[in-house]
């Protein structure tokens, strides 16, 4: 049974931080730099996730390995080419360097059909339990827990920091600008329906308590934050009217 050591995960982990660098410079994407953090940053996400999900699966340690190394490779190819692309090209680099660094073919073989399939285009005609029913059917263990890890991510905590760094305009406005933004729908929106995508049991229960979270989020922005000004600044003309008399 294999089991990958701390110093093999770290040389993965490396090679994934430096390439995802190189290629965010290369490719010529605005602020490559602190883009490629974050991708770097989400893809540690999806590992700490992924490894709740072993946990929680029960895996043995040769299914855990496989996802953690997947985890690191998922996005790798994130900028080298389209996004619906970028699973089939990752699978192609993770193989690349793991037979250059002489792991099982085997292993090799498992961690590419994972990086690979952990993208799906989920269609808005077809119904979601159909879907996620024939990728349950067609996907490994560690592609579907791939899957589930970085959904995972797009819900609870992230994706309210995400909606948080996507306003990052409002920095000079009021709080209530700040919370009225959020509060307009969208962000719990995209929680819902990234939830309505999970397809482990343990999947599907951490998507539970992260939507709970942002339900209560919301409710909470909603009691404490006034959103809007019953009282609006008067005009000019109100002003004067206003003056009390000498």
């Known amino acids: 049974m294999f089991t990958l050591t701390e110093l093999q995960l770290t040389r993965v982990a490396q090679y994934v931080r430096g390439y995802l660098l190189r290629t965010a410079d290369l490719y010529g994407h605005k602020d490559a730099r602190a883009r490629a953090q974050h991708r770097w940053m989400h893809t540690l ?20 390995a496989v996802c953690e190394v997947a985890a690191l490779f998922h996005d790798i190819d994130h900028y080298t080419v389209d996004i619906p692309y970028h699973g089939v090209r990752g699978a192609e680099t993770a193989g690349r360097y793991l037979t250059k660094e002489h792991y099982a073919a085997d292993f090799v073989k498992r961690v590419a059909e994972a990086v690979r399939g952990h993208h799906q285009d989920w269609e808005e005609e077809t119904p979601i339990e159909a879907q996620i029913e024939a990728v349950a059917a067609a996907y490994s263990p560690e592609t579907l827990m791939l899957i589930d890890a970085e959904t ?50 343990t999947g599907k229960a951490f998507g539970v308590q992260r939507l709970a979270f942002t339900r209560l989020f919301f409710k909470q922005l909603e009691d404490e934050i006034v959103m809007y000004d019953p009282y609006p600044s008067p005009s000019q003309q109100t002003l004067e009217l206003l003056q009390l008399p000498e």
């Open 45 to 64: 996400n999806v590992l700490k996730n992924i490894r709740k999900l072993c946990d929680g699966e029960k895996t043995d340690a040769d299914t855990r």
């Open 152 to 201: 995972l991510d797009k819900i609870g905590v992230s994706n309210l920091l995400i909606a948080l760094r996507t306003l990052n305009t409002l920095n000079n406005r009021p709080v209530s600008d700040l919370a009225r933004e959020l509060n307009s729908g969208w962000t719990l929106q995209r929680a819902e329906a990234w939830f309505s995508t999970l397809i482990t049991p």
